[in-house]
């Protein structure tokens, strides 16, 4: 079944202690992006990806780095985590430059920083 | 910068009746826009694509039309259902794969 999983679901922590979200795809995609959701500011993307070892920023990239060393996966890391970065955060995956096809989303991980 | 809006924030309509969402956004030069929908607490579901090129898609009660020069996207539901209830998001989406998302409108089909 094609599908994007991102891990941890949920989870709460507290400020200043680093973490990674997962995220990962079994549909061969060239393109990853990170997106995070709030009430009233909708979704925002974070970081995008091109492909392998290609990366760069959307419209909301402070406070967060990712890497992209396979093509299947795309982790999004909080260094240092604060109260702001709470949040809705959702991956997302689709091929690169192909217009007709649609982006596939992960589930969700709903993040609170304490 | 584009910007992707849409009106209504929520609307609530009786079993039946036909649903009609708006989406507007300011550049034109899209290659396509996208409707989603998305249930409390979970991810985004593709509903339909709209190629640049193409003025409408249908799947089943869905029927989505865009309109570049004036910068406007219609998602009609045919003969709504309580299961319709959810928020639908409009994207539009510009080179390099990226997606504009709109605010979203939060739909309630009363039994």
């Known amino acids: 079944e094609a599908q994007v999983t991102q891990n941890p679901r949920y989870l709460i922590t507290v400020t200043g202690k680093k973490l990674t979200v997962t995220c990962s795809q079994n549909m061969n995609h060239e393109y990853m992006s990170w997106y995070r959701q709030d009430p009233g500011l909708g979704l925002r993307q974070i970081y995008y990806?091109?492909?392998?070892?290609?990366?760069d920023k959307g419209d909301v990239p402070e406070g967060y780095k990712v890497s992209r060393k396979e093509k299947r996966n795309f982790p999004l890391i909080l260094e240092s985590p604060s109260p702001n970065q709470t949040s809705l955060y959702f991956c997302?995956?689709?091929?690169?430059?192909?217009?007709?096809?649609?982006?596939?989303f992960g589930p969700g991980t709903r993040l609170l920083v304490l | 910068k584009q910007e992707v809006t849409q009106i209504p924030a929520a609307l609530s309509v009786p079993e039946g009746e036909n649903l009609v969402l708006n989406c507007s956004f300011t550049d034109s030069a899209i290659y396509n826009l996208q409707w989603f929908r998305q249930d409390p607490g979970k991810g985004l579901t593709s509903l339909l694509l709209?190629?640049?090129?193409?003025r409408e898609q249908t799947s089943g009660r869905l029927n989505a039309s865009l309109d570049k020069s004036s910068g406007r996207s219609t998602l009609y539901i045919a003969a709504s259902q309580p299961g319709d209830s959810a928020t639908y998001l409009c994207?539009?989406?510009?080179?390099?794969?990226?997606?504009?998302f709109g605010g979203g409108t939060r739909v309630l089909v009363k039994p």
């Open positions: 997302a995956s689709s091929h690169a430059g192909l217009t007709g096809e649609t982006q596939y």
């Open positions: 709209i190629q640049s090129s193409q």
């Open positions: 990806s091109m492909n392998v070892e290609v990366t």
């Open positions: 994207a539009a989406e510009a080179a390099g794969n990226k997606l504009t």
